[in-house]
């Protein structure tokens, strides 16, 4: 920081104001929204050179930036907190922030404190990003003008139309807990596992800070399948979904002549061979759209017409190439044991087929004895990479042949080895990518750029 910085931010500290807490894409969304409205605030990033850095610099040169260690002046400065999810609320300066009874919130309440339309909200371990975008498609099929972010791409703040009739957003458990006015028209927390254990204490801390999601929701939409988020739910009114056949009011699979359907009740909806994207877990994620959408009033016809054309989100269950009678999936956003056992089991093929899983990365303080306990019937081998492969080949002890690999070229071709015709090449990590790769994207890539030099 230049000395001309050093100034103009003690200048600026001498005033009350927010403060940004984290920059990257959600603080720059959050510069944009306070400036525009006049309030003085300030950037503060434990990072030296964080995302978002020079674009900050550019486009507002008066906002006082304070990068590396926290400063506890410029905390001590602060009339409020808006805070990144990528930030503990744990940090120490936040707690005593808190403790002196500093307003602290997230992008998505001043979002929330902005908007007058209803909002669908939408949280879970898994498919949250598939059940968005699939019911923004829903959306925009039925000619209702929608916006649709949040934790998957754009940031709630830039997302802000006064055009806009409706507001999809998914809802991470980091966002939820800076959340004080979400009174969604309809909610649903898709399912429950384990997952971010490297920033909450306990699983239940963690179920905890999804739960915030049916607080005064208008209607829950209920996952009878997962107990866990089913006893979360605390509206009078629910939409209720499960993979088997269902009650009258409820969404689910109906058998009718060997055939699987789509179902609302008895009434017959869309054969699941209809749906492009495989897995079983793509089923369930198109019943959970299908329920929200029927709570915020979309039609069935144009919310069927969009189930139909929606080939599923890159790097989940994605399918990459067929090579010598081995079909190879990217399914690198499975960053968390829940989406991987949902991936193998969506692609089980009820045969004498198997998958070669590939895994490995950041654990983030998984406990991977759940994995083990499916991989027997669901792989014939285990390919590890990553930082904390060990830690995963000690959990699984065994339960299917494995062997390491180096990066993931060297993962590529030793699962081509392992391969029989008819099998499946899985990568869906069980882990965050950030040992190796910059997101699950580059992860994602680097898989289908390995497959592609083996075609």
């Known amino acids: 920081m ?68 926290f400063d506890a002046d410029v905390f001590a400065a602060a009339e409020r907190l808006v805070v990144s999810p990528g930030v503990s609320l744990k940090e120490p300066m936040i707690q005593q922030a808190i403790s002196r009874g500093i307003e602290v919130i997230g992008d998505v309440e001043l979002f929330l404190r902005e ?11 898994n498919g949250k990003s598939t059940v968005t975008t699939l019911l923004g498609e829903m959306a925009k099929t039925a000619g ?11 940031p709630v703040l830039d997302l802000l139309d006064e055009k806009n009739e409706l507001y999809i957003l998914e809802l991470s458990s980091f966002q939820l807990e800076t959340i004080r006015s979400l009174r969604a028209r309809a909610a649903v927390i898709l399912n429950l596992s384990a ?24 209607i829950a939409i209920v996952n ?22 269902p009650q009258p009011d409820q969404y689910g699979i109906c058998d009718v002549d060997a055939v699987q359907w789509l179902c609302r009740g008895e009434q017959l909806l869309l054969q699941t061979a ?3 994207s495989a897995g079983k877990h793509n089923q369930a994620n198109a019943l959970a759209a299908l329920a929200l959408g029927e709570a915020v009033g979309l039609p069935m016809n ?41 991936a193998l089991e969506g692609l089980d093929m009820a045969d004498e087929s198997r998958s070669i899983l590939i895994a490995g990365g950041d654990c983030k303080g998984a406990d991977f004895s759940p994995l083990a306990d499916k991989l027997p019937a669901y792989v014939r081998a285990l390919v590890l990479v990553g930082r904390d492969a060990p830690l995963i ?63």
């Open 144 to 154: 209702v003008r929608a916006g649709v972010g949040g934790n998957l791409g754009i």
């Open 393 to 455: 080949d000690k959990a699984v002890n065994g339960a299917v042949p494995g062997v390491n690999a180096v990066d993931m070229n060297d993962a590529v071709r030793l699962a081509a080895d392992l391969a029989r015709p008819g099998d499946r090449v899985l990568l869906s990590p069980a882990c965050a990518s950030f040992d190796m790769y910059e997101n699950y994207m580059q992860r994602g890539e680097a898989f289908m750029e390995a497959v592609g030099r083996l075609a």
């Open 115 to 125: 908007v007058s339309v209803p909002v669908v909200a939408i949280t879970g371990s």
């Open 274 to 276: 209809a749906i492009p």
């Open 2 to 69: 230049s000395t001309a910085e050093s100034n103009k931010n003690a200048q600026q500290m001498a005033a009350p104001m927010t403060l940004i807490v984290g920059l990257g894409s959600t603080g720059l969304s959050c510069v944009r929204f306070l400036a525009g409205r006049d309030i003085r605030l300030a950037v503060i990033d434990s990072r030296d050179h964080p995302p978002g850095l020079q674009q900050l610099r550019d486009e507002y040169p008066d906002v006082a930036l304070f990068t590396g260690a």
């Open 302 to 342: 144009s919310m069927l017409r969009a189930i139909r054309d929606f080939r599923g989100l890159a790097h989940r269950t994605w399918f990459v190439a067929e090579i010598n009678h081995v079909r190879w999936y990217n399914d690198s956003k499975g960053t968390n044991v829940g989406a991987s056992i949902a």
């Open 224 to 245: 009878l399948d997962d107990p866990a988020a089913m006893q979360l739910a605390e509206n009078s009114r629910s939409i209720s979904f499960c993979m088997r056949a």
């Open 195 to 218: 997952d971010h254990l490297d920033r909450y204490d306990s699983y239940e801390e963690y179920v905890q800070a999804k739960a915030v999601i049916y607080h005064n929701a208008e």
